[in-house]
Protein backbone atom coordinates (compact mmCIF):
# COMPACT_ATOMS: atom_id res chain seq x y z
CA UNK A 1 0.00 0.00 0.00
CA UNK A 2 1.68 3.80 -1.20
CA UNK A 3 1.87 6.33 1.21
CA UNK A 4 -1.51 8.57 0.78
CA UNK A 5 -3.69 5.28 0.45
CA UNK A 6 -2.01 4.05 4.21
CA UNK A 7 -2.86 7.52 5.20
CA UNK A 8 -6.72 7.46 4.02
CA UNK A 9 -7.36 3.98 5.60
CA UNK A 10 -5.92 5.11 9.15
CA UNK A 11 -8.10 8.46 8.68
CA UNK A 12 -10.63 6.04 8.07
CA UNK A 13 -9.75 3.48 11.02
CA UNK A 14 -9.83 6.22 13.53
CA UNK A 15 -13.34 7.85 12.35
CA UNK A 16 -14.78 4.87 12.80
CA UNK A 17 -13.41 3.97 16.07
CA UNK A 18 -14.34 7.47 17.12
CA UNK A 19 -18.02 6.43 15.57
CA UNK A 20 -18.15 3.32 17.86
CA UNK A 21 -16.48 5.18 21.29
CA UNK A 22 -19.10 7.80 20.34
CA UNK A 23 -22.02 5.46 20.09
CA UNK A 24 -21.15 2.96 23.28
CA UNK A 25 -21.02 6.39 25.15
CA UNK A 26 -24.60 7.37 24.33
CA UNK A 27 -25.52 3.80 24.71
CA UNK A 28 -24.41 2.89 27.89
CA UNK A 29 -23.42 6.60 30.03
CA UNK A 30 -25.46 8.78 28.72
CA UNK A 31 -28.76 7.09 27.77
CA UNK A 32 -30.22 7.14 31.50
CA UNK A 33 -29.61 10.97 31.44
CA UNK A 34 -30.96 11.45 27.62
CA UNK A 35 -34.02 9.37 28.41
CA UNK A 36 -35.30 11.29 31.25
CA UNK A 37 -34.88 14.78 29.85
CA UNK A 38 -37.85 16.99 29.45
CA UNK A 39 -36.90 17.66 25.79
CA UNK A 40 -36.93 13.88 24.90
CA UNK A 41 -40.89 13.77 23.52
CA UNK A 42 -40.29 9.86 22.45
CA UNK A 43 -40.13 9.44 26.53
CA UNK A 44 -43.77 11.48 27.02
CA UNK A 45 -45.52 9.90 24.02
CA UNK A 46 -44.04 6.21 25.49
CA UNK A 47 -45.27 7.40 29.18
CA UNK A 48 -49.11 8.05 27.59
CA UNK A 49 -48.99 5.07 25.55
CA UNK A 50 -50.65 2.74 28.26
CA UNK A 51 -53.04 3.77 30.58
CA UNK A 52 -51.21 4.50 34.00
CA UNK A 53 -51.51 2.84 37.48
CA UNK A 54 -53.79 4.54 39.55
CA UNK A 55 -53.13 6.47 42.94
CA UNK A 56 -55.43 5.06 45.85
CA UNK A 57 -56.94 5.90 48.93
CA UNK A 58 -59.16 4.24 51.73
CA UNK A 59 -56.90 0.94 50.72
CA UNK A 60 -59.21 0.47 47.69
CA UNK A 61 -60.38 3.57 45.88
CA UNK A 62 -58.74 4.94 42.55
CA UNK A 63 -58.74 9.05 42.60
CA UNK A 64 -57.05 8.68 39.11
CA UNK A 65 -57.52 7.24 35.70
CA UNK A 66 -56.63 7.56 32.43
CA UNK A 67 -58.62 8.63 29.62
CA UNK A 68 -58.12 8.10 25.47
CA UNK A 69 -57.35 10.94 23.83
CA UNK A 70 -58.22 11.76 19.96
CA UNK A 71 -55.66 13.67 17.49
CA UNK A 72 -52.63 12.94 19.60
CA UNK A 73 -49.68 11.38 19.59
CA UNK A 74 -50.28 10.64 23.22
CA UNK A 75 -52.53 7.96 23.06
CA UNK A 76 -54.12 8.91 26.68
CA UNK A 77 -53.88 11.43 29.60
CA UNK A 78 -54.56 11.29 33.03
CA UNK A 79 -57.58 12.09 34.81
CA UNK A 80 -58.67 12.98 38.52
CA UNK A 81 -61.50 12.49 40.86
CA UNK A 82 -62.27 15.38 43.05
CA UNK A 83 -59.16 16.74 41.78
CA UNK A 84 -58.57 19.91 43.38
CA UNK A 85 -59.32 17.64 47.16
CA UNK A 86 -56.82 15.31 45.98
CA UNK A 87 -54.33 17.61 43.64
CA UNK A 88 -52.33 18.26 47.23
CA UNK A 89 -51.59 14.23 47.56
CA UNK A 90 -51.59 12.97 44.32
CA UNK A 91 -49.79 16.11 42.18
CA UNK A 92 -50.30 16.83 38.78
CA UNK A 93 -48.79 14.64 35.75
CA UNK A 94 -49.56 16.58 32.00
CA UNK A 95 -48.64 15.62 29.14
CA UNK A 96 -46.81 19.20 28.14
CA UNK A 97 -46.06 20.14 31.83
CA UNK A 98 -44.37 17.20 33.47
CA UNK A 99 -45.33 15.65 37.13
CA UNK A 100 -45.17 16.32 40.63
CA UNK A 101 -45.16 14.60 44.11
CA UNK A 102 -46.96 11.14 43.74
CA UNK A 103 -47.29 11.10 40.31
CA UNK A 104 -43.96 11.92 39.83
CA UNK A 105 -41.95 10.17 42.44
CA UNK A 106 -44.09 7.12 41.82
CA UNK A 107 -43.89 7.62 37.96
CA UNK A 108 -41.92 4.32 37.38
CA UNK A 109 -44.58 2.16 39.74
CA UNK A 110 -47.91 4.21 37.36
CA UNK A 111 -45.87 3.25 33.65
CA UNK A 112 -44.93 0.05 34.69
CA UNK A 113 -41.13 0.97 33.88
CA UNK A 114 -40.08 0.60 37.25
CA UNK A 115 -37.14 -2.29 37.75
CA UNK A 116 -39.65 -3.88 40.49
CA UNK A 117 -42.33 -4.39 37.68
CA UNK A 118 -39.61 -6.40 35.21
CA UNK A 119 -41.08 -9.81 35.93
CA UNK A 120 -44.64 -8.07 35.09
CA UNK A 121 -42.85 -7.04 31.76
CA UNK A 122 -41.12 -9.93 30.89
CA UNK A 123 -44.40 -11.95 31.72
CA UNK A 124 -46.35 -9.78 29.50
CA UNK A 125 -43.87 -10.03 25.97
CA UNK A 126 -44.80 -14.05 26.21
CA UNK A 127 -48.62 -13.40 27.28
CA UNK A 128 -49.09 -11.01 24.71
CA UNK A 129 -50.98 -8.67 27.37
CA UNK A 130 -50.75 -4.97 27.01
CA UNK A 131 -48.52 -3.10 29.19
CA UNK A 132 -50.14 -1.64 31.96
CA UNK A 133 -48.78 0.58 35.30
CA UNK A 134 -48.83 -0.54 38.80
CA UNK A 135 -51.23 0.96 41.25
CA UNK A 136 -49.98 3.19 44.89
CA UNK A 137 -51.66 2.59 47.40
CA UNK A 138 -51.76 5.81 49.99
CA UNK A 139 -52.63 5.94 53.52
CA UNK A 140 -55.18 8.91 52.85
CA UNK A 141 -58.80 8.53 54.51
CA UNK A 142 -60.98 10.08 52.20
CA UNK A 143 -63.42 11.48 54.79
CA UNK A 144 -60.98 12.87 56.41
CA UNK A 145 -60.16 14.40 53.40
CA UNK A 146 -63.35 15.87 52.67
CA UNK A 147 -63.56 17.15 55.67
CA UNK A 148 -60.37 19.00 55.79
CA UNK A 149 -61.32 20.32 52.44
CA UNK A 150 -64.51 21.36 52.87
CA UNK A 151 -63.93 22.76 56.43
CA UNK A 152 -61.12 24.99 54.58
CA UNK A 153 -63.60 25.95 52.18
CA UNK A 154 -63.01 29.18 50.65
CA UNK A 155 -60.65 30.77 53.27
CA UNK A 156 -56.75 29.98 52.38
CA UNK A 157 -55.35 27.63 54.11
CA UNK A 158 -53.77 23.90 55.04
CA UNK A 159 -54.81 20.76 57.18
CA UNK A 160 -52.75 17.63 58.24
CA UNK A 161 -54.06 14.59 59.85
CA UNK A 162 -51.74 11.73 61.06
CA UNK A 163 -52.06 8.76 62.94
CA UNK A 164 -50.23 9.18 66.13
CA UNK A 165 -49.04 5.36 66.58
CA UNK A 166 -47.64 4.80 62.74
CA UNK A 167 -47.10 8.30 61.14
CA UNK A 168 -49.46 7.29 58.51
CA UNK A 169 -50.99 10.44 56.99
CA UNK A 170 -54.57 10.57 56.90
CA UNK A 171 -55.43 14.03 55.55
CA UNK A 172 -53.71 16.73 53.55
CA UNK A 173 -55.57 19.65 52.37
CA UNK A 174 -54.50 22.90 50.85
CA UNK A 175 -56.56 25.76 49.90
CA UNK A 176 -57.29 27.02 47.67
CA UNK A 177 -56.79 24.49 45.48
CA UNK A 178 -56.24 23.72 41.39
CA UNK A 179 -57.88 20.57 39.23
CA UNK A 180 -54.58 19.11 37.41
CA UNK A 181 -57.10 17.70 34.69
CA UNK A 182 -57.68 20.96 33.09
CA UNK A 183 -53.77 20.79 31.71
CA UNK A 184 -53.54 17.24 32.13
CA UNK A 185 -53.27 17.38 27.84
CA UNK A 186 -51.26 19.59 25.25
CA UNK A 187 -53.96 21.22 23.75
CA UNK A 188 -53.88 25.25 23.36
CA UNK A 189 -56.45 25.09 26.07
CA UNK A 190 -54.44 23.26 28.18
CA UNK A 191 -51.55 25.39 28.01
CA UNK A 192 -54.21 28.66 28.79
CA UNK A 193 -55.18 26.97 32.00
CA UNK A 194 -51.87 26.20 33.15
CA UNK A 195 -50.65 29.88 32.54
CA UNK A 196 -53.87 31.03 34.79
CA UNK A 197 -52.28 28.99 37.41
CA UNK A 198 -48.89 30.39 37.31
CA UNK A 199 -50.57 33.87 37.20
CA UNK A 200 -53.08 33.68 40.20
CA UNK A 201 -51.54 35.57 42.66
CA UNK A 202 -53.25 33.47 45.33
CA UNK A 203 -51.02 30.37 44.53
CA UNK A 204 -53.52 27.60 43.94
CA UNK A 205 -50.42 25.12 43.11
CA UNK A 206 -48.49 25.73 46.43
CA UNK A 207 -48.65 22.73 48.73
CA UNK A 208 -49.20 25.10 51.65
CA UNK A 209 -49.30 21.36 54.01
CA UNK A 210 -45.84 20.66 53.16
CA UNK A 211 -44.52 24.01 51.68
CA UNK A 212 -45.40 26.85 53.04
CA UNK A 213 -43.79 27.51 56.51
CA UNK A 214 -45.38 29.86 59.08
CA UNK A 215 -45.28 31.38 62.32
CA UNK A 216 -46.66 29.00 64.79
CA UNK A 217 -47.81 31.38 66.84
CA UNK A 218 -49.00 29.94 70.52
CA UNK A 219 -48.79 26.24 69.56
CA UNK A 220 -45.90 26.09 69.95
CA UNK A 221 -45.82 26.82 73.01
CA UNK A 222 -46.73 22.65 73.40
CA UNK A 223 -42.85 22.29 72.36
CA UNK A 224 -41.58 25.26 75.25
CA UNK A 225 -43.66 23.25 77.69
CA UNK A 226 -42.30 19.74 76.56
CA UNK A 227 -38.41 21.36 77.00
CA UNK A 228 -39.64 23.18 80.66
CA UNK A 229 -40.80 18.91 81.10
CA UNK A 230 -37.27 17.22 79.68
CA UNK A 231 -34.72 19.39 81.29
CA UNK A 232 -36.66 19.63 84.33
CA UNK A 233 -37.07 23.42 84.87
CA UNK A 234 -40.60 22.37 86.00
CA UNK A 235 -42.09 19.22 86.50
CA UNK A 236 -45.25 19.39 88.24
CA UNK A 237 -48.12 20.99 86.07
CA UNK A 238 -50.14 22.37 88.50
CA UNK A 239 -47.40 23.87 90.63
CA UNK A 240 -46.40 27.79 90.62
CA UNK A 241 -44.18 28.53 88.00
CA UNK A 242 -41.80 31.65 88.33
CA UNK A 243 -43.51 33.95 86.12
CA UNK A 244 -43.49 37.58 86.71
CA UNK A 245 -45.96 40.28 84.86
CA UNK A 246 -44.54 41.88 83.10
CA UNK A 247 -41.65 39.86 82.21
CA UNK A 248 -39.16 41.89 80.61
CA UNK A 249 -37.79 40.61 77.18
CA UNK A 250 -33.92 39.83 78.34
CA UNK A 251 -31.17 42.68 77.22
CA UNK A 252 -34.40 44.97 76.22
CA UNK A 253 -36.48 47.72 77.91
CA UNK A 254 -39.40 46.24 76.22
CA UNK A 255 -42.10 44.24 78.39
CA UNK A 256 -43.75 40.89 76.43
CA UNK A 257 -47.55 41.20 76.45
CA UNK A 258 -50.14 39.04 76.92
CA UNK A 259 -53.67 39.01 74.62
CA UNK A 260 -56.00 41.20 76.74
CA UNK A 261 -56.40 40.98 80.49
CA UNK A 262 -55.19 37.23 81.71
CA UNK A 263 -54.21 36.30 84.45
CA UNK A 264 -50.64 35.39 84.08
CA UNK A 265 -48.40 35.98 86.99
CA UNK A 266 -46.63 32.59 88.46
CA UNK A 267 -49.89 30.62 87.00
CA UNK A 268 -49.07 26.64 86.71
CA UNK A 269 -48.21 25.43 83.28
CA UNK A 270 -51.49 23.98 82.94
CA UNK A 271 -52.84 27.03 83.26
CA UNK A 272 -50.75 28.64 81.64
CA UNK A 273 -51.79 26.68 78.45
CA UNK A 274 -54.91 26.54 78.94
CA UNK A 275 -55.34 30.71 78.75
CA UNK A 276 -52.32 31.17 76.45
CA UNK A 277 -49.67 32.83 79.12
CA UNK A 278 -47.07 34.53 76.22
CA UNK A 279 -45.32 35.70 79.67
CA UNK A 280 -44.83 31.98 80.96
CA UNK A 281 -43.48 30.47 77.78
CA UNK A 282 -41.55 33.33 76.93
CA UNK A 283 -39.75 33.14 80.08
CA UNK A 284 -39.70 29.27 79.79
CA UNK A 285 -37.08 30.07 76.61
CA UNK A 286 -35.36 32.70 78.22
CA UNK A 287 -34.36 30.50 81.49
CA UNK A 288 -33.50 27.44 79.00
CA UNK A 289 -31.82 29.57 76.56
CA UNK A 290 -31.15 29.32 73.02
CA UNK A 291 -29.43 25.83 72.46
CA UNK A 292 -31.69 23.71 75.03
CA UNK A 293 -34.91 25.26 72.79
CA UNK A 294 -32.85 24.06 69.25
CA UNK A 295 -32.37 20.64 70.91
CA UNK A 296 -35.95 20.20 71.93
CA UNK A 297 -37.46 20.99 68.59
CA UNK A 298 -34.96 19.30 66.67
CA UNK A 299 -36.20 15.96 67.99
CA UNK A 300 -40.01 17.36 67.16
CA UNK A 301 -38.29 17.15 63.28
CA UNK A 302 -37.33 21.28 62.94
CA UNK A 303 -34.79 22.41 60.93
CA UNK A 304 -34.77 19.24 58.35
CA UNK A 305 -36.96 18.32 55.48
CA UNK A 306 -39.32 15.87 55.80
CA UNK A 307 -39.78 13.13 52.49
CA UNK A 308 -43.20 11.48 53.04
CA UNK A 309 -42.07 10.59 50.30
CA UNK A 310 -42.85 14.00 48.95
CA UNK A 311 -41.01 16.89 49.98
CA UNK A 312 -41.90 18.96 53.49
CA UNK A 313 -40.16 21.58 53.30
CA UNK A 314 -37.63 22.39 56.79
CA UNK A 315 -39.37 23.62 59.52
CA UNK A 316 -37.23 26.43 61.80
CA UNK A 317 -36.35 27.23 64.83
CA UNK A 318 -33.55 29.50 64.59
CA UNK A 319 -30.48 30.14 66.79
CA UNK A 320 -31.05 33.34 67.49
CA UNK A 321 -29.89 36.08 70.70
CA UNK A 322 -31.69 36.05 73.80
CA UNK A 323 -34.42 38.49 73.38
CA UNK A 324 -35.94 36.68 69.73
CA UNK A 325 -35.09 33.89 70.93
CA UNK A 326 -37.91 34.55 74.03
CA UNK A 327 -39.91 35.57 70.86
CA UNK A 328 -39.46 31.86 69.56
CA UNK A 329 -40.66 30.37 72.36
CA UNK A 330 -44.00 31.33 71.94
CA UNK A 331 -43.87 30.89 68.16
CA UNK A 332 -42.82 34.22 66.84
CA UNK A 333 -39.70 35.79 65.63
CA UNK A 334 -37.80 33.64 63.35
CA UNK A 335 -39.71 30.51 64.16
CA UNK A 336 -41.33 28.93 61.33
CA UNK A 337 -43.82 25.26 60.96
CA UNK A 338 -45.14 23.79 58.59
CA UNK A 339 -49.12 22.32 59.01
CA UNK A 340 -46.97 18.61 58.65
CA UNK A 341 -44.84 19.83 61.45
CA UNK A 342 -47.06 20.97 64.13
CA UNK A 343 -49.20 17.96 63.35
CA UNK A 344 -45.90 15.94 64.42
CA UNK A 345 -45.97 17.73 67.40
CA UNK A 346 -49.24 17.34 68.18
CA UNK A 347 -48.79 13.31 67.33
CA UNK A 348 -46.13 12.71 69.50
CA UNK A 349 -47.60 13.95 72.47
CA UNK A 350 -50.64 11.95 71.60
CA UNK A 351 -48.43 8.83 71.03
CA UNK A 352 -46.74 8.81 74.71
CA UNK A 353 -43.43 10.53 73.44
CA UNK A 354 -42.88 8.56 70.45
CA UNK A 355 -42.26 10.70 67.12
CA UNK A 356 -43.28 8.19 64.04
CA UNK A 357 -41.48 8.92 60.42
CA UNK A 358 -44.61 10.26 58.30
CA UNK A 359 -46.01 8.91 55.22
CA UNK A 360 -48.48 8.10 53.00
CA UNK A 361 -47.65 5.60 50.66
CA UNK A 362 -48.58 2.33 51.86
CA UNK A 363 -47.93 -0.25 49.55
CA UNK A 364 -47.18 -0.28 45.77
CA UNK A 365 -48.90 -2.98 43.34
CA UNK A 366 -48.48 -4.46 40.64
CA UNK A 367 -50.63 -4.48 37.99
CA UNK A 368 -52.16 -7.89 38.48
CA UNK A 369 -52.37 -6.36 42.18
CA UNK A 370 -49.76 -8.18 44.07
CA UNK A 371 -47.86 -6.49 46.79
CA UNK A 372 -44.63 -5.28 45.33
CA UNK A 373 -43.69 -2.99 48.62
CA UNK A 374 -45.47 -2.87 52.00
CA UNK A 375 -44.03 0.13 54.32
CA UNK A 376 -43.05 -0.70 57.94
CA UNK A 377 -43.56 2.37 60.48
CA UNK A 378 -40.82 3.23 61.98
CA UNK A 379 -40.14 5.87 64.69
CA UNK A 380 -38.90 9.14 63.80
CA UNK A 381 -37.32 10.26 67.63
CA UNK A 382 -38.58 10.26 71.25
CA UNK A 383 -39.02 14.17 71.61
CA UNK A 384 -40.34 13.76 75.44
CA UNK A 385 -40.73 10.77 77.63
CA UNK A 386 -44.00 8.81 77.97
CA UNK A 387 -44.66 10.44 81.34
CA UNK A 388 -44.03 14.07 80.17
CA UNK A 389 -46.10 13.15 77.23
CA UNK A 390 -49.09 12.31 79.27
CA UNK A 391 -48.67 15.62 81.52
CA UNK A 392 -48.66 17.52 78.06
CA UNK A 393 -51.62 15.41 77.11
CA UNK A 394 -53.49 16.56 80.00
CA UNK A 395 -52.39 20.36 79.38
CA UNK A 396 -54.10 19.74 75.89
CA UNK A 397 -56.70 18.19 77.37
CA UNK A 398 -57.89 21.15 79.56
CA UNK A 399 -57.17 23.81 76.98
CA UNK A 400 -60.46 22.08 74.66
CA UNK A 401 -62.29 21.26 78.38
CA UNK A 402 -62.48 24.71 79.60
CA UNK A 403 -59.78 26.90 77.43
CA UNK A 404 -59.25 28.47 74.07
CA UNK A 405 -59.94 25.31 72.26
CA UNK A 406 -63.37 24.81 73.06
CA UNK A 407 -64.70 24.50 69.76
CA UNK A 408 -62.88 21.14 69.17
CA UNK A 409 -65.14 19.79 71.88
CA UNK A 410 -66.75 15.65 70.17
CA UNK A 411 -69.30 13.70 72.86
CA UNK A 412 -67.59 10.87 74.25
CA UNK A 413 -64.21 11.53 72.77
CA UNK A 414 -60.89 12.96 74.77
CA UNK A 415 -59.98 15.93 72.51
CA UNK A 416 -56.34 17.59 73.62
CA UNK A 417 -55.15 21.11 71.62
CA UNK A 418 -53.92 24.00 71.26
CA UNK A 419 -55.16 27.83 69.90
CA UNK A 420 -52.95 29.96 67.66
CA UNK A 421 -52.89 33.47 66.51
CA UNK A 422 -49.74 33.84 64.65
CA UNK A 423 -48.63 37.64 63.63
CA UNK A 424 -46.75 38.66 60.72
CA UNK A 425 -45.82 40.90 58.23
CA UNK A 426 -44.09 44.19 59.13
CA UNK A 427 -44.83 45.60 62.26
CA UNK A 428 -47.26 42.62 62.81
CA UNK A 429 -49.22 44.85 60.42
CA UNK A 430 -50.95 41.80 58.63
CA UNK A 431 -53.82 39.79 58.94
CA UNK A 432 -52.35 37.07 61.87
CA UNK A 433 -52.59 33.74 60.85
CA UNK A 434 -55.13 31.20 63.05
CA UNK A 435 -54.33 27.51 63.96
CA UNK A 436 -55.21 24.83 66.05
CA UNK A 437 -53.13 21.44 66.53
CA UNK A 438 -55.00 18.54 68.56
CA UNK A 439 -55.10 14.85 69.29
CA UNK A 440 -58.21 12.73 69.91
CA UNK A 441 -58.47 9.37 71.82
CA UNK A 442 -60.66 6.94 71.98
CA UNK A 443 -60.93 3.16 74.27
CA UNK A 444 -58.09 1.93 71.49
CA UNK A 445 -55.82 4.52 71.61
CA UNK A 446 -55.28 8.29 69.79
CA UNK A 447 -56.34 7.58 66.11
CA UNK A 448 -55.45 10.75 64.62
CA UNK A 449 -53.35 14.03 65.61
CA UNK A 450 -54.48 17.25 63.50
CA UNK A 451 -52.80 20.54 62.74
CA UNK A 452 -55.10 23.38 60.79
CA UNK A 453 -53.95 26.93 59.49
CA UNK A 454 -56.33 29.52 58.23
CA UNK A 455 -54.76 32.70 56.20
CA UNK A 456 -58.02 34.59 56.34
CA UNK A 457 -57.02 37.33 55.34
CA UNK A 458 -60.47 38.66 54.08
CA UNK A 459 -61.64 38.28 57.71
CA UNK A 460 -61.90 41.31 60.31
CA UNK A 461 -58.64 41.32 62.55
CA UNK A 462 -60.60 40.93 65.56
CA UNK A 463 -62.71 37.70 64.47
CA UNK A 464 -59.46 36.29 63.49
CA UNK A 465 -58.53 33.27 66.26
CA UNK A 466 -57.45 30.22 66.44
CA UNK A 467 -60.16 28.74 68.36
CA UNK A 468 -62.74 30.31 65.78
CA UNK A 469 -61.49 29.51 62.82
CA UNK A 470 -59.19 26.17 63.13
CA UNK A 471 -60.37 24.61 65.71
CA UNK A 472 -64.07 23.83 64.40
CA UNK A 473 -61.87 22.22 61.01
CA UNK A 474 -60.11 20.21 63.19
CA UNK A 475 -62.73 18.75 65.18
CA UNK A 476 -64.48 17.76 61.53
CA UNK A 477 -61.44 15.80 60.57
CA UNK A 478 -60.89 13.56 64.15
CA UNK A 479 -64.53 13.05 63.75
CA UNK A 480 -64.39 11.84 60.51
CA UNK A 481 -61.55 9.47 61.23
CA UNK A 482 -63.32 8.65 64.26
CA UNK A 483 -66.61 7.66 62.86
CA UNK A 484 -64.45 5.52 59.69
CA UNK A 485 -62.72 3.06 62.42
CA UNK A 486 -67.06 2.44 63.51
Not at 59 to 78: L, P
Not at 192 to 197: D, E, G, I
Request: net charge neutral; proline share 5%; aromatic share 6%.
Amino acid sequence: MNKPLRRIAIFCGVLIFALLARTNYLQYVKADELNTRDENRRVRIERYAHERGDIIVDGGKAVTGSKETEDSDFKYKRVWQDGPMWAPVTGYSSQAFGATQLESIEDGILTGNDDQLFFDRTMSMFTGDKKQGGNVVTTLNSAAQKAAFTGLGDKKGAVAALDPQTGAILALASTPSYDPSTFAGNSDKDSKAWQTLQKDKDKPMLNRALRETYPPGSTFKIVTAAAALENELYTDIDAKTNSPVPFRMPQTTQDLPNEGNIQCENVSLREALRISCNTVFGKISDDLGNQKMIDEADKFGFNKEVFTPVRADASVYPKDNPPQNAMAGIGQASNRATPLQMAMVASAVANDGKLMQPYMVAKRQSPSLDDIYTHEPEQLSQPLSGENAQKLQEMMKTVVESGTGSNAKIPGVTVGGKTGTAQHGLGNSENPYAWFVSYAKTDSGSPVAVAVVVEDSKATRDDISGGGLAAPIAKKVMQAVIDSKK
